[in-house]
């Protein structure tokens, strides 16, 4: 199970750290001091989504791989260069014949689900004509040369894209909270613009409070100083601080037992710093940046004290971190309001990209409605031929039937007249 998770979470590039958790030296801890401790059974503990659009199929594949008694074998003895090379792919050669199988049905699954994500996107576009084979070579975590065979070669490819992703992963947050923060500034002075001079006044005002009343915060320790862990150790698990111990502290936020505290973990100790400064009931904390903030945090301390970056701090690393003059005297930590996130250039070149986009959906909208508007001409015109038809024929039906009724002879005058 921890193998699994470790692979999945990282995308094979941490297995080597696999044997080091089942060979070590436990440490122990009196669970009678910790306040409300609770159990952790890592064998309910679901792997957390990876944020990929592929990552159903990254965990079925593994999901199919630990099932093989050889595979995962190879894959505890491997380093991470044999994994990155692709060289561990080519034990795929060798699994089972049951496991391939498998393995050949969720691939081509896969590429089924995509085949249908493109359809969908070029039936919005009203495309035809749809060249599968060359749209699929867009997903680079496959091999779109053979839609119906999980090779090593789909192996390897599943591997450096899921990697590739992963390290670029947190780059895209920070984009898009940059973006989240410009579309702010640019939606708050769009409405000052609505507004008559005192308004405006009082809103500014109001801006300026807020401001303010956010950036009044009790002092935010350094993340991964020893105060900061100190404080945790304190009011999250309730011991003396006077007997904060490293080893202790690591192997209680180790939640699901492993022998490393990962990402999600290391993130779980930054709450009582990000409740200093947010509090989701106050309209001047803005819930979207404590995540910056904790994203931030957690990159620093990964930074500080993940040596072999490998995404995972291990007890040794954690150790040495604590050995670190910057642990026990550490400088101040700047939060978010008291940083500059974009510049007035960076806010211009992204206004005037929101107003080209504008314009473009305008110009779309506008010849949606043009076309709206011809489609409802022609009905109209196509309704008035039908009314015009409908009339016709019923002036037709109708003097068919006087005729029926009422037969003349030559002169005008019914042939049948009655006899007096």
Avoid at 53 to 76: A, G, M, P, S
Avoid at 213 to 239: I, R
Avoid at 271 to 284: F, G, I, R
Avoid at 344 to 352: D, G
Wanted: glycine share 2%.
């Amino acid at each position: 199970m921890r193998w699994r998770t470790v692979l999945l979470r990282h995308c094979f590039l941490l297995v080597t750290c696999l044997l080091t958790a089942l060979e070590a030296v436990p440490i122990d801890i009196d669970k009678t001091k910790v306040k409300n401790p609770h159990p952790v059974d890592s064998a309910k503990i679901e792997p957390p989504d990876t944020g990929l659009y592929y990552d159903e199929y990254l965990k079925q594949v593994i999901d199919v791989l630990e099932t093989d008694n050889h595979f995962r074998e190879k894959l505890q003895k491997a380093d991470i260069e044999e994994i990155k090379s692709g060289r561990l792919s080519k034990e795929l050669d060798l699994v089972s014949h049951h496991v391939r199988t498998k393995l050949d049905e969720l691939k081509r699954q896969e590429v089924g689900r995509l085949r249908m994500l493109i359809k969908a996107k070029l039936d919005s576009h009203q495309d035809t004509g749809i060249d599968h084979h060359a749209l699929l070579k867009q997903f680079e975590h496959l091999n779109h040369l053979n839609p119906d065979k999980f090779e090593s070669t789909d192996l390897d490819m599943l591997i450096k894209a899921a990697t590739s992703d992963l390290e670029h992963y947190d780059k895209t947050r920070h984009e898009e909270f940059k973006k989240y923060e410009m579309m702010k500034e640019h939606e708050r002075r769009e409405y000052l613009k609505t507004l008559n001079e005192e308004k405006r006044k009082e809103e500014e005002s109001k801006f300026e409070e807020m401001k303010k009343k956010h950036e009044n915060h009790p002092k935010v320790n350094h993340p991964g100083s020893k105060d900061q862990l100190k404080e945790v150790w304190e009011q999250t698990d309730g011991l003396d601080p006077n007997d904060f111990d490293p080893k202790t502290f690591f192997k209680l936020h180790d939640v699901n037992n492993d022998g490393f505290l990962d990402e999600q973990e290391l993130e779980a100790l930054f709450t009582k710093e990000l409740e200093k400064v947010y509090d989701p009931k106050n309209e001047e904390d803005d819930m979207v940046e404590m995540e910056e903030e904790r994203l931030r945090m957690r990159e620093h301390v990964m930074n500080e004290v993940d040596s072999n970056k490998d995404r995972l701090v291990t007890l040794e690393e954690f150790l040495k971190a604590t050995e670190k003059k910057e642990f026990l005297e550490p400088d101040s930590w700047e939060t978010l309001d008291q940083q500059q996130l974009f510049t007035e250039e960076e806010l211009k070149e992204y206004e005037s990209l929101i107003s080209l986009q504008e314009n473009e959906l305008k110009k779309k909208a506008d010849e949606l409605q043009k076309q709206r508007e011809e489609l409802q001409r022609q009905h109209d015109q196509l309704e008035a031929q039908k009314q015009e038809y409908h009339q016709v024929v019923q002036q037709m039906e109708q003097k068919k039937l006087q005729q029926e009724i009422s037969p003349s002879g030559p002169g005008g005058h019914s042939q049948f007249e009655p006899r007096m």
